[in-house]
């Protein structure tokens, strides 16, 4: 009985201890504080300099940032690709060279996405005027010698693209031939084909793409470049 009532009162020594402690911090901190603001208030300029100095921090870098965001879109804008360039890719670097070419245009989002699953996208947009852009890409390493784009190719981007991507605009990109049926089926489907011509004129030029294809969806929201 003795024992409990001792590990009993040794408890409340402890905890009467760690509040005591507590008041002694709590009461440093607020009579610290106060010090500061009444130094603070006889020394006013004191907060009058840090005031100057952090907007002047702040400006600083929101002119750092404007002029790095200004730097990306002309370097982005001065974007040329020629085909033999495109050739010579790895077909992961083909991709990402449209994806940086969407981003030339205004795409800001713009992100390669292909790979083992990517369900008929490569390459996923959104253009200055609300539209999503779902691109697959067809590499060909022998360019117009290479094998041709069929129609078996654009049934699995319409399979996917619109029911599993959301795709407002559906597009295929390959530098190398699609064959007849394939164009046709794209028409018939409101696919766009951005075969190797087209492909010449949209990575070595400054138009966007969606001034080089046809039947372009309508925009979905106002832009300042409409």
Known sequence: MRLRTRRSSRRQQQRDARLIAFAVVAAAGIGLA???????LVHWWVLVVVLVLAVLAGAGWLYNRQQRVQWEAVRAQGLRYGLPQLDALHHTR????IRELMRRDGCRDAQRVGGRGDLGADVKAT???????????KHRRAG?????VGTPDLQVLNGTARQVHGADVAVIVTNGRVTGPAVTFAKQQRLHVVDRQTLAVWASGSRPLWEL??????????SSLS
């Open 144 to 148: 117009a010698r290479g094998s041709a």
């Open 94 to 97: 083909f991709e990402d060279a």
């Open 127 to 137: 253009d200055p005027y609300g539209r999503r852009w779902v691109i697959q890409c």
């Open 34 to 40: 106060v010090m500061v603001v009444n130094w603070l």
């Open 213 to 222: 294809l046809r039947a372009v969806p309508p925009p979905r929201r106002p």
